[in-house]
C-alpha cells in the first residue's frame, strides 16, 4: 500500500508543507488556463485571418466582374435599339451617378465627425491640475552621501590619492 504520509490528503502534514501544495497546484491552474487562452486565441485568430483571404477574394472577383457586367449592360440597351456608342454612354452615365452619390453620402457622414470631445476636456482638466500641484519639496543630497550610501569605494580611492574630498571630486570628474 502508500505510505499515508505522502497521502496530498494527509493531516501529518505541516502548514508550510500544505501551502507550499497549494501554491503549487495554484500555479499549476493559472499555466492551464493561459495555456488554454492561448490554444482559444489561436483558433479564433486561424479563424479570423481565413474570413479575411475570403472576403478579400470575394471582393477582388467582384472587381474583375464589373467590366464584364459594364459590358454587359452596354449590349443589352443595345439590344434594345439604342446605339452602341449611346448605350456605352448611359453605363458610363450611371457609374458617375453611382459615384456622386456615394461621394455625397460619405461627405455628410465626415462631417458629422467631430473631435473626441470628453477626452479632451478630461486632458484638459488633468494639465489644469498638474499645473497648479506643487511637487512635494525632497531634501537635497550631497554627493558624498548619496557615493557613501551606495557603498562606493571610488571616492574613498579618490580621496587617498589626491587629498581632498574624495565625494565631491568624483562628482566634479563625472561632470
Not at 23 to 38: G, P, Q, R, W, Y
Not at 89 to 113: D, M, S
Not at 116 to 137: G, R
Not at 149 to 169: F, I, P, W
Amino acid at each position: 500500500m502508500s505510505d499515508p504520509g505522502n497521502y496530498a490528503g494527509s493531516a501529518d502534514r505541516s502548514i508550510g508543507q500544505l501551502v507550499a501544495s497549494a501554491t503549487a497546484e495554484m500555479s499549476a491552474l493559472v499555466h492551464d488556463e493561459i495555456a488554454l487562452a492561448k490554444a482559444e486565441v489561436r483558433q479564433d485568430v486561424k479563424r479570423g485571418a481565413i474570413g479575411s483571404v475570403a472576403f478579400v477574394v470575394a471582393g477582388v472577383l467582384l472587381l474583375f466582374t464589373m467590366p464584364m457586367l459594364s459590358f454587359a449592360a452596354a449590349y443589352g440597351i443595345h439590344n434594345l435599339g439604342m446605339g452602341l456608342a449611346w448605350s456605352f454612354l448611359i453605363v458610363a452615365g450611371g457609374f458617375v451617378l453611382l459615384a456622386a452619390l456615394l461621394g455625397l453620402i460619405g461627405y455628410r457622414k465626415f462631417k458629422k465627425v467631430k473631435p473626441p470631445q470628453k477626452s479632451i476636456a478630461s486632458a484638459k482638466q488633468t494639465a489644469a491640475v498638474l499645473q497648479s500641484a506643487k511637487p512635494h519639496p525632497r531634501p537635497s543630497l550631497r554627493a558624498d552621501a548619496i557615493i557613501e550610501r551606495s557603498g562606493s569605494t571610488l571616492a574613498k580611492n579618490v580621496e587617498d590619492r589626491t587629498g581632498q574630498d574624495g565625494a565631491a571630486a568624483v562628482a566634479r570628474s563625472s561632470t
